[in-house]
């Protein structure tokens, strides 16, 4: 297991915040209760930016889940950002204790990304994926177009998406990360055949959620 790169600096302050109170702290009452608060938050700090070791084995045809979590949507919706027509909406939650970086679902080319600030709804409130914070990815290979959607949640302030448009990625390599619980929808074209379930725990770049 490793530690995820956006999770440097927070770790980082509060390891300088641990140290800066043993040396000024004096009352050995007070300095019990701070420490075992900040310890508390650094423990919470590097589970939240554990990144586990993963064997990735994708094939083509297959689309992957993008996350860690828990299927909370699958329906046919109209996706009005950039395909402007119907498509099949399959939304995973991740709670503060889910792995939270992102992988690409299927290989291809970006052909679309944009970022979009917003409110900070939970991430389990249907209006979460248009108003809330976001970035969304689009991935195009010969058989399939998807739209990819990180979306922040109550917790979370900071997306941050790797894509850039009209570069080539691979299944299961990283998009990027969404710091302290958020959601990821995937927008997929009709006809698509879903084998996720709702309520369905499924893992980044392991758990297929459809095929094409």
């Not at 530690?3 to 915040?17: A, C, D, M, T």
């Not at 300095?31 to 990144?51: H, V, W």
């Not at 299927?106 to 249907?126: C, D, E, M, Q, R």
Request: proline share 3%.
């Amino acid at each position: 297991m490793k530690i995820h790169k956006e999770g440097y600096k927070i770790l980082r302050n509060q390891s300088l915040f641990i140290i800066i109170t043993v040396l000024v702290v004096k009352s050995g009452f007070i300095l019990n209760i701070l420490l075992s608060l900040e310890f508390i938050l650094l423990i919470l700090s590097l589970n939240f930016f554990r990144i586990p070791e993963r064997i990735f084995e994708y094939k083509d045809g297959l689309i992957y889940s993008p996350c860690d979590g828990k299927v909370v949507v699958i329906e046919e919706t109209k996706e009005n950002e950039y395909f402007k027509d119907n498509k099949i909406q399959v939304s995973i939650f991740m709670s503060p204790l889910n792995i939270h970086n992102n992988l690409y679902p299927i290989s291809g080319i970006i052909k679309y990304t944009k970022y979009h600030h917003g409110k900070f709804l939970v991430a389990w409130n249907p209006k979460s994926s248009t108003d809330n914070e976001r970035s969304t990815v689009v991935i195009k290979n010969k058989k399939i177009e998807i739209l990819c959607r990180q979306i922040a949640g109550a917790v979370a302030r900071r997306i941050v998406t790797y894509a850039k448009e009209n570069i080539s990625v691979s299944a299961c390599e990283e998009l990027g990360f969404i710091k302290f619980g958020s959601r990821v929808d995937v927008f997929l074209p009709k006809g698509t055949k879903v084998i996720a379930k709702l309520n369905q725990k499924v893992k980044g770049g392991l758990s297929v959620i459809a095929e094409y």
